[in-house]
């Protein structure tokens, strides 16, 4: 491709390609700087008209949750003269592509949605419907800042043309694009499956952009943690197994990285499963009944992860305890996330605050066990011993069967455990791990 | 926990004598770091063999004859646990067992006379 104007365009790359056009990354020499490039498919220049389509994203301006086009240039692509739109190069990932990676948190949320109805309503305020607003015309920049990059180019977004009655119809479609980009914004975040589902309610039947900013406001503070609902269906034996096999291949290749990578993955899993409203108990009688069923769940939630974390212990020697240290303190850091409080009398919640690092200790120290691993068993016994002396508990099985608890502090076991005063662990990325004796 | 950790060892009853060897050894390494408390001042986790090896009392012999058998070559003793002899280990399964014996009492479990 060239242009065939005064400024040179630099053609780096090609980096998308839709129905009616292709995009690139180029650089504009003379002011040298990276721009994005697009140019419409030869085939649909009848139907999509480049030209429109800059001007009626020029008439947005320049506003941090849109695009900013900076003009219009002749350029000249498989022997075919075309218009191209000339736009702010954008370092970031499509919303829909990032929805395949990490969780967002309260405040990536928040940001995205708030972006996005930010820069809906400045097109609003311009006169543009966008009638296109998919998953992939949304890029998230560092921190998950919004950018709109694209409208429906085959037709005439313009809302003065229209009438009343029409132009509210667009308003409402666009409405609608929003709404669903908001619900699926939350539903891939940290907050728990209860409250997604309040938010969802709320969204149904939301006739403005400012009706859903005012949700989305009200997420601050306005969620109200639910009571103990109907538990969620246990991971499948069949989840188990196939987890041990995948475990078995990286234990036969000798890619104790893979396995890394494996453990902290199953790991995360477990996060969210105790994220889930299944773990959350309040405004609730608390029985030893409700307590034991609790744990019950628990242990099949734990399952995911802990055949990993028990045969990883087939290569079991100190060097791996730094990555078993990181997978129960995950586990800690699960049950700190839960918020349970330590009040007089409610040992039961006592008890579920230090079943999962327990149990975690427990299956590293069984499959150290069943592997003849004695060194990584003596150094998981000697922490679980300065467990024990600081927190009184007489009887560890107790711990694992929902017992009483010996611990009136509330404290998280497991950072007296470690000797460890924080109480906050980070959730460490595998390549973190490090190797270390333990002695 | 058969539930999840069945995948290591599939048959449930050989499950069970594994674990509860397992949850034995694991009193044995606690009072093991624990000897030269008092008795009645050690604290050792126990666990299910409390009731289903109430009948075998000879549970930590078992773990004695293999040592005595391996001597040196005995993996624990390798990993440098219970001093890395059997006279030390003999006398943390003795530690062990009346430590178990106080539990089993105390929690009501009825036991043979030794």
Known sequence: ?439 | MYNVLGTVVPVRAAFEIQFDRFEYFLGLMFCAEQQNRKPEDIIAPTGTFLWRRAREPDFGEKFIAQARERGDEWPPFQAGIFDKNLPAFEYVVGLFDEYVDRERARKGVRMPRR
């Open chain 1, 1 to 439: 491709m060239v242009n065939d104007g005064n400024a040179t365009l630099e053609i780096l790359e090609q980096i998308d390609s839709g129905l009616y056009g292709r995009v690139f990354r180029a650089r504009q020499s003379e002011l040298d700087r990276v721009v994005a490039v697009k140019v419409i498919r030869s085939e649909y220049s009848h139907r999509v008209d480049a030209v429109g389509h800059a001007k009626a994203l020029a008439r947005v301006g320049v506003h941090p949750n849109v695009v900013t086009v900076y003009g219009v240039e002749q350029v000249t692509v498989e022997e075919v003269k075309m218009p191209a739109m000339v736009m702010e190069w954008l370092e970031g990932e499509q919303f829909g592509t990032r929805l395949g990676g990490p969780r967002f948190s309260e405040q990536e949320v928040r940001r995205i949605c708030m972006g996005v109805l930010d820069g809906m309503e400045r097109m609003h305020e311009a006169g543009i419907q966008h009638g296109d607003l998919h998953f992939g015309n949304i890029i998230l920049l560092a921190d998950c800042h919004p950018k709109i990059i694209d409208i429906d180019a085959s037709q005439n977004r313009s809302l003065g043309r229209l009438s009343d009655i029409s132009r509210e119809g667009a308003i409402a479609s666009d409405v609608d694009y929003c709404r669903q980009l908001v619900q699926r914004a939350f539903a891939h975040s940290v907050l728990i499956p209860s409250l997604v589902n309040q938010l969802d309610s709320k969204l149904q039947g939301v006739m403005s952009l400012a009706d859903i900013r005012a949700i989305v406001e009200w997420t601050r503070d306005g969620l109200q943690s639910p009571s103990y609902s109907v538990p969620i269906p246990p991971p499948t034996p069949e989840t188990a197994e196939r987890l041990w096999t995948k475990v078995q291949e990286y234990i036969e290749g000798n890619r104790p990285a893979s396995l890394q990578g494996l453990i902290m993955g199953q790991t995360r899993l477990l996060h969210d499963e105790l994220r889930s409203d299944r773990f959350k108990v309040t405004g609730i009688e608390v029985t030893p009944e409700r307590v034991r069923e609790r744990l019950v769940q628990y242990e099949e939630c734990a399952g995911l992860l802990l055949p990993a974390l028990a045969i990883g212990c087939h290569w079991g020697d100190e060097s791996h305890w730094n990555l078993w240290k990181q997978c129960i303190e995950t586990a800690a850091n699960c049950y700190e996330d839960l918020g349970f409080e330590a009040r007089s009398g409610m040992v039961h919640y006592l008890d579920l605050r230090q079943y999962p690092p327990l149990l975690l200790f427990y299956a590293s120290a069984l499959g150290a066990f069943l592997n003849e691993r004695f060194k990584t068993l003596r150094a998981l016994v000697r922490n679980l011993n300065t467990y024990m002396r600081r927190s009184a508990a007489t009887s560890l099985s107790s711990c694992l069967t929902g017992g009483q608890s010996k611990s009136p502090s509330g404290t998280n076991m497991y950072s007296t455990a470690i000797g460890d005063t924080t109480r906050r662990y980070p959730i460490t990325s595998a390549k973190s791990c490090t190797t270390s004796s333990v002695r």
